[in-house]
């Protein structure tokens, strides 16, 4: 007579809601490990574009780029990475890996399609204090001074103003950057919360890069600091 033993009926039930206990456990953790590749992944893609500026800043007087936004026509659009050309290896560095092929929103939607988009399309956005030969010597704290940042992923835009033309000083444009939680005109986007673990990463006016939650960006209780915060952090008038 054979000892040969079956599993019972109970005991594979016992193993398959083991199996998807594990399986719930575990793939959260599984995503999480892949946004932080990516997050690295931008990281990496922002430090360049900084050291690109840095060496476009030597050759051209301690100045940064110079661009063109406002258009009519797409034929005129000059963006604000063009002139970094010489000093990046690869166009990839302009995306986002964590951002894919979805199509935004436009700021200027009668000169941006989705035909168009693919062929100018950046996923981080330059301060617009940055955009137009600015002198560095400009700012006080370039440690503390955000020079690109991350705009969000629903929305398609080259730059922001970090600066109020209003009475109220809080109305800057903070809707065009990344983990804002608002759409350009202030009201609540849930989908703009900060595609990197609830943050972004950016660009510093002395170089260097690092990840901050939009809120810390803001530097709320430091003394000299802003609505703007790291966007604006000497608290500079209207720019161009």
């Keep these: 007579m054979s000892n040969k033993r079956a599993f019972t009926l109970i005991e594979l039930l016992v193993v398959i809601a083991i199996i998807a206990i594990l399986a719930a456990i575990?793939?959260?953790?599984?995503?999480?490990?892949?946004?932080?590749?990516?997050?690295?992944?931008?990281?990496?893609?922002?430090?360049?574009?900084?050291?690109?500026m840095m060496m476009y800043s030597q050759d051209y007087d301690e100045l940064s780029v110079t661009c063109e936004h406002d258009v009519e026509d797409i034929a005129e659009l000059y963006a604000w990475y063009q002139p970094l050309f010489p000093y990046l290896k690869s166009r990839d560095v302009l995306r986002c890996p964590s951002i894919g092929t979805a199509n935004p929103q436009f700021y200027f939607s009668d000169v941006f399609t989705n035909a168009n988009w693919a062929a100018v399309r950046t996923?981080?956005?330059?301060?617009?204090?940055?955009?137009?030969?600015?002198?560095?010597?400009?700012?006080?704290?370039?440690?503390?001074?955000?020079?690109i940042a991350e705009r969000p992923t629903y929305f398609g835009a080259f730059d922001y103003h970090p600066w109020s033309e209003s009475d109220d000083p809080n109305e800057w444009e903070a809707g065009f950057l990344d983990g804002s939680g608002l759409w350009p005109d202030g009201t609540v986007?849930?989908?703009?919360?900060?595609?990197?673990?609830?943050?972004?990463?950016n660009v510093f006016?002395?170089?260097?890069?690092?990840?901050?939650?939009?809120?810390?960006?803001?530097?709320?209780?430091?003394?000299?600091?802003?609505?703007?915060?790291?966007?604006?952090?000497?608290?500079?008038?209207p720019g161009d």
């Design 26 to 52: 575990l793939f959260p953790v599984f995503a999480q490990a892949r946004e932080k590749a990516r997050q690295t992944s931008c990281l990496s893609n922002v430090r360049q574009l900084g050291l690109a």
């Design 123 to 147: 996923d981080y956005s330059i301060n617009g204090y940055f955009a137009h030969h600015v002198a560095f010597a400009t700012f006080s704290s370039p440690a503390e001074q955000i020079m």
């Design 189 to 201: 986007n849930p989908q703009n919360q900060g595609r990197h673990s609830g943050g972004s990463n």
């Design 205 to 237: 006016a002395d170089g260097h890069t690092k990840w901050h939650r939009f809120s810390q960006t803001l530097l709320r209780g430091v003394p000299g600091a802003g609505p703007a915060g790291m966007h604006n952090r000497d608290n500079l008038g």
